[in-house]
């Protein structure tokens, strides 16, 4: 059975940080590209971050270049979101979700497996 799980959400002040785990079982996230997108109530599912299968490129929105990095560790099958200096408006539900891109696009459309989503919370 495919499935992704993420983890690593929670409650954090502004200037905080978190690591969000996505895991992997049923298949190798390896040979996928891997977008972390993100929910605020209200508003549009938007891409965040991501890392391509083909090279292990990475793009990052410009709201969270410089505070956040993606990675990979295929050992242990997780693709990681550390998330540093976060601020409220960085609240809400990340998913993370897989595609067969070559290189990283955060258009959700083109992903296909996705999780369950874990909520972040920056609150003071």
């Known amino acids: 059975q495919v499935q992704l799980v993420e983890s690593g959400g929670g409650l954090v002040q502004p200037g905080g940080s978190l690591r969000l785990s996505c895991a992997a079982s049923?298949?190798?996230?390896?040979?996928?590209?891997i977008g972390w997108f993100r929910q605020a109530p209200g508003k549009e599912r938007e891409g965040v971050s991501c890392?391509?299968?083909?090279?292990?490129?990475?793009y990052y929105a410009d709201s969270v270049k410089g505070r956040f990095t993606i990675s990979r560790d295929n050992a242990k099958n997780t693709v990681y979101l550390q998330m540093n200096s976060l601020k409220p408006e960085d609240t809400g539900v990340y998913y993370c979700?897989?595609?067969?891109?070559?290189?990283?696009?955060?258009?959700?459309?083109?992903?296909?497996?996705w999780g369950q989503g874990t909520q972040v919370t920056v609150s003071s």
């Open positions: 979700a897989a595609s067969s891109l070559e290189t990283c696009y955060v258009d959700p459309t083109l992903y296909y497996y």
């Open positions: 049923g298949f190798s996230l390896d040979y996928y590209t």
């Open positions: 890392i391509s299968r083909s090279d292990g490129s990475t």
